[in-house]
């Protein structure tokens, strides 16, 4: 584990990311994009604002909420003032807003591109997990959604994933679209050719 966060921060997000809302937006997630993190912290300009992105860009999660993002991004903010550098701090806050439309925010250039498009594909690298991972994924995000019907839910999902689709790349960075692109096409594909 890091040791980027004091205890009593490392707490409070495990706790956050422990709340009963949460089916695939867990802890497990986060571990998840820290074993991708560990791959490539030699490549990154600023590990430390990547790193405290990673811990905080779900830390806020309310699946009916909008703003899940500028929430988390708030909470890291004000939790980590103490604890990170203040041109870290703002760069991880930027990388986590940039999740609700997974683009790099607008004004990067050079390494801090970079770094924003290694964060981003690492946040999406679900969608390029082997098949009974990406079922298992798409099965908790539809309990994370229990509030929402069957038919409305689909719908949702559809346009969202439709939208991936459309897109020129998924992947931004040049280490992770090789290996991400292709599978995720497949993954997305297949879910929305599933039967309703």
Same mark, same amino acid.
């Given at each position: 584990m890091s040791n980027l966060l004091p205890a009593p921060l490392t707490e409070d997000l495990r706790r956050r990311y422990g709340e009963p809302q949460r089916h695939y937006?867990?802890? @497990?997630?986060?571990? /998840?994009? &820290?074993? !991708?993190?560990?791959?490539?912290?030699e490549l990154l300009a600023d590990p430390i604002a990547v790193e405290a992105a990673l811990f905080y860009h779900d830390a806020v999660y309310d699946p009916r909420a909008v703003d899940n993002e500028a929430q988390s991004a708030a909470l890291l903010r004000r939790d980590g003032a103490a604890v990170v550098a203040a041109d870290s701090l703002e760069t991880a806050a930027r990388l986590i807003e940039a999740t609700a439309g997974h683009q790099?925010?607008?004004?990067?250039?050079?390494? @801090?591109?970079?770094? /924003?498009? &290694?964060? !981003?594909?690492?946040?999406?690298?679900?969608?390029?997990a082997p098949v009974p991972e990406f079922a298992a994924y798409e099965a908790a995000i539809r309990r994370e959604y229990a509030h929402v019907d069957d038919a409305a839910f689909r719908q949702g999902r559809c346009r969202f994933l439709e939208g991936l689709l459309q897109r020129e790349k998924l992947y931004h960075s040049d280490h992770f679209s090789p290996r991400f692109e292709g599978p995720a096409r497949v993954n997305i594909a297949r879910a929305l050719a599933a039967p309703a």
């Open positions: 937006h867990t802890w @497990a997630h986060v571990e /998840a994009l &820290l074993g !991708l993190f560990a791959e490539v912290r790099p925010p607008p004004g990067l250039s050079g390494a @801090a591109l970079e770094d /924003a498009r &290694l964060f !981003l594909d690492m946040d999406l690298s679900i969608l390029a």
